[in-house]
């Protein structure tokens, strides 16, 4: 079924105005008021995201697998209960925010016919399965004039906040390098798709589970959680973490977008059109900004991780995850500089960032009339497009030069088909 709020219309270019002006207006809410809160997906991650909005009226709960919506709709039993969230958005008038824990390949379709009616929008990360998406969500954003915030927790931590205040401060000297791993990816990857068809449960909805994505026979290799490896769904490792490692760089760093990606795999030359690789590392090259020198950011998953650093004290090995900044003069292990003897010499830099009252609450205030939230989609849609452009170069093998206002690569326009992809028939964005 498909209501007024099925398709969202609109391309790349040429129709601002037009969207601008079918954008409804978000309901002033007071201060001491509580919002009417919607969750779109509520049957994994969603219901953690329930629960810190619990202070708040939950007044619609969504998901296309009731069985594993079961937990949410029974803790909330008071919130009417939908399937399809275009019906949920077409019927359910008094919805002031909408909470969004799907699976990536559809947080674009929701999120976006959410801010079109004038909903405020907290989405998971990533904030969309591709770079399109991306800027197309943080356009839509800026024209609704709503809250938004995209769901990497972390940046609204203090060890954020130090992060950004050491090196504000100099304590490594300018950063030339940052090197970010990660452990994921915990799912199946570089895998073909399974031969096998699965019975589907009769409380799943296979065909609204899809939604966007190329129709395919329903196998529990998919569904539940492990859609995370398979390019019709989700964004691998790096689309995994990312968003949340990659947020605080940016921040601390100034960064906007890079000049070229590269990346190479466990691929070794032969992309798997299905899944994502075991392992990879990506290399993004930033231009100098604000007195800052070009810097280097690397990505590692798979297991993989950057040389131990020659600060590092013996006896101490990196984490399973983490971020390494080299600098000038020195070098720092997420929030703390290495060696020890360093960081307790040098002790607590200066405070220059005013310290998050909570990640949800940044989002709350936002919805209220207060001031961005720290991952607002202006902000989450520039680290999503970067991110996301790792997984192009995936695809490629090569080094690709970006044009950031043109939105393409110049050096291999082949590439630029990644960027976006086919929907299928009933879906538009």
Not at 44 to 69: F, P, S, T
Not at 132 to 149: F, H, I
């Amino acid at each position: 079924m498909m209501g007024a709020a099925a398709t969202v219309a609109g391309c790349a270019t040429g129709t601002t105005a037009t969207r601008a002006s079918r954008v409804a207006a978000a309901r002033r809410v007071s201060a001491n008021e509580k919002l009417n809160i919607a969750g779109i997906g509520i049957g994994g991650q969603g219901y953690g995201d329930m629960e810190n909005c619990e202070r708040h009226n939950i007044v619609a709960l969504c998901d296309v697998d009731w069985r594993k919506a079961r937990r949410t709709f029974k803790k909330y039993p008071n919130a009417k209960q939908y399937k399809d969230f275009r019906v949920m958005l077409e019927k359910q008038k008094d919805i002031d925010a909408v909470v969004i824990a799907t699976p990536d390949h559809t947080h674009a379709f929701s999120a976006m016919a959410a801010m079109q009616l004038g909903k405020h929008v907290y989405c998971e990360k990533p904030l969309t399965h591709s770079v399109y998406e991306a800027r197309r969500l943080a356009q839509a954003a800026r024209e609704a004039k709503v809250g938004t915030q995209m769901g990497n927790s972390g940046q609204a931590s203090n060890a954020s906040r130090l992060m950004c205040e050491y090196i504000w401060d100099g304590a490594i000297g300018p950063v030339r390098e940052v090197h970010v791993w990660s452990n994921r990816p915990i799912w199946p990857q570089q895998v073909d798709r399974p031969k096998e068809v699965h019975p589907v449960h009769d409380m799943l909805d296979w065909d609204l589970w899809l939604g966007p994505a190329p129709e395919r026979p329903f196998n529990r290799i998919y569904h539940p959680f492990r859609w995370r490896g398979w390019w019709d769904f989700g964004t691998g490792a790096l689309g995994d973490i990312g968003c949340h490692a990659f947020h605080p760089i940016f921040r601390a760093l100034k960064l906007g977008y890079p000049t070229s990606v590269q990346a190479t795999s466990t691929y070794n030359g032969k992309v798997n059109e299905e899944t994502y690789p075991l392992a990879s590392i990506v290399h993004y090259q930033f231009p100098a900004r604000e007195k800052m020198p070009p810097v280097k950011l690397t990505w590692y998953d798979g297991g993989l991780k950057p040389r131990r650093p020659d600060e590092l004290e013996e006896g101490h090995d990196l984490d399973e995850g983490g971020t390494l900044f080299i600098g000038d003069k020195g070098a720092m292990l997420g929030h703390m500089l290495i060696p020890d003897s360093k960081q307790r010499e040098y002790g607590q830099p200066p405070k220059m960032l005013p310290r998050s009252p909570g990640h949800f609450e940044e989002w709350f205030e936002a919805c209220k009339g207060g001031g961005p939230a720290g991952a607002n989609f202006d902000i989450a849609g520039l680290v999503t497009e970067v991110v996301l452009l790792g997984n192009v170069a995936l695809r490629t093998g090569k080094k690709l030069q970006w044009d950031a206002p043109g939105m393409q690569f110049t050096n291999m326009p082949e590439a630029n088909q990644y960027l976006r992809r086919e929907y299928r028939r009933g879906w538009s964005l």
